[in-house]
């Protein structure tokens, strides 16, 4: 019998991907459900940017890309990183990808072997660890409660830490906690990863304009570690280009070199269109990510303050991304009817085809207890998501 590869069975379906996906084919049936499962800007591409994508069309930028980029967009890609980090990388130090996806998957095939470890703070993105697992390698999972807003400390982390440790993957802000680490924070996790300069340091920053109260900080401007950190960052989210499917890396070059070896087996160059959009993008007027960050301020204070009317919905206020990941396990062991809701799966698939409003339970976020919810979505939509929300939870006893 023929059957899938082992490592592939082992693999979980990305449950952002899989819930958005079961929202559409209800959508299609003709069921009015309001999908706050995936994270993805609601906004439109700004015109400059599809602008320069047409014009890169009529240009004949239709043949295979260099595999690590064109040179003028990895140019850019070290200008941003100067301009808003105050990192100084070189093209040589840079890689586009097919979305920030590939560049986390690239460095984790690059730097894990079979049974090395991969440190993550809990709760995480739903794609690290599968990334872990695919390169045969263990995910290790500190966890970090709602009293530290969701943030790893120092002491955590050492503990954490043993001779197989590899690689440390974070984000902030965070997708799925919307919590952000402050500079201080960076520097106390940073003068550990000093002591362990075998230990790669996988930053994913792409959510680093959405943030709002403070500036998001990079654990790439600490000197000590530079060698050791690498910097995840695309354009899906900063200027809504979540189709364009454009990430990079910035790193030490031997792994940019490893990178680009598994690139040019693999999916060669990412697509030539993109590339030209991305570098108007990073070039061109920055002033929409103002724009957007401003709305989904309104938005994030319009979900809190439903949230907050629902009695057993707990949470801390994000301070930046596009989630909210309220703690609802006050309802497991409660009653709807005659169904009792066990955890959150159960919980987010009751709202999907009671309340039909999609969420994404956190469980493969690893935060069993809680709900993700994007309010990356219009106020009139999200308004009458948490009025669905209120009312179901209201028949749980
Ligand atoms: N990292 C995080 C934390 C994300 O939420 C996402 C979701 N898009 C990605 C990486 C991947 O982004 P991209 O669209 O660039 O592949
Ligand atoms: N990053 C988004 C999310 O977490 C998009 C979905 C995905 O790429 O998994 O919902």
Not at 30 to 54: M, Q, R, Y
Request: hydrophobic letters at 40%; charged letters at 20%.
């Amino acid at each position: 019998m023929i059957n899938i590869s082992d490592r592939l069975a082992a693999l979980s379906i990305s449950a952002t991907l899989a819930m958005n996906q079961r929202s559409r084919e209800m959508i299609s049936k003709g069921i009015d459900v309001i999908n706050l499962s995936i994270g993805e800007p609601d906004f439109d591409t700004p015109e400059h940017i599809k602008e320069a994508a047409i014009k890169a069309i009529h240009d004949n930028f239709t043949h295979y890309p260099p595999v690590s980029g064109f040179m003028d967009l990895r140019e850019a890609i070290t200008l941003k990183l100067s301009r808003d980090n105050g990192l100084r990388y070189s093209p040589n130090e840079v890689i586009v990808s097919t979305g920030a996806k590939q560049s986390l998957a690239n460095v984790m095939l690059s730097v894990l072997n079979p049974g090395d470890e991969a440190l993550m703070p809990a709760p995480y993105w739903v794609s690290y660890p599968e990334m872990v697992k695919l390169a045969e390698a263990i995910p290790v999972i500190v966890p970090t409660g709602i009293d530290q807003n969701y943030k790893i400390n120092a002491e955590q982390l050492e503990a954490y830490i043993t001779p197989k440790t590899k690689l440390f993957i974070f984000n902030s802000p965070s997708n799925p906690s919307g919590q952000v680490y402050s500079r201080d924070e960076l520097k106390a996790l940073a003068e550990v990863f000093e002591r362990h300069p075998n230990i790669i340091v996988l930053s994913d920053e792409i959510y680093e304009h959405i943030t709002y109260q403070n500036k998001h900080e990079s654990i790439g401007q600490f000197d000590s570690i530079r060698k050791q950190v690498v910097i995840i960052n695309g354009m899906s989210k900063a200027y809504a280009m979540t189709g364009w499917r454009l990430g990079y890396m910035a790193g030490p070059e031997w792994l940019v070199k490893s990178c680009q070896k598994l690139q040019g087996q693999y999916t060669s160059g990412a697509c030539a269109i993109s590339q030209k959009a991305a570098l108007a993008a990073l070039l061109g007027d920055q002033s929409a990510i103002k724009c957007m960050v401003k709305v989904f301020k309104e938005r994030r204070d319009l979900v809190i303050s439903y949230l907050r009317e629902i009695p057993g919905f707990e949470g801390e206020i994000p301070q930046g991304a596009f989630y909210v990941l309220p703690d609802v396990s006050a309802y497991f062991g409660k009653k709807v009817g005659d169904k009792i809701i066990h955890n959150s799966d159960e919980l987010s698939m009751h709202l999907l085809t009671e309340a039909h409003v999609a969420t994404v339970s956190g469980k493969p976020f690893g935060a069993p207890g809680c709900l993700r919810l994007s309010y990356a979505s219009s106020t009139k939509v999200l308004s009458e998501a948490m009025i669905r929300i209120k009312h179901e939870m209201e028949k749980v006893r």
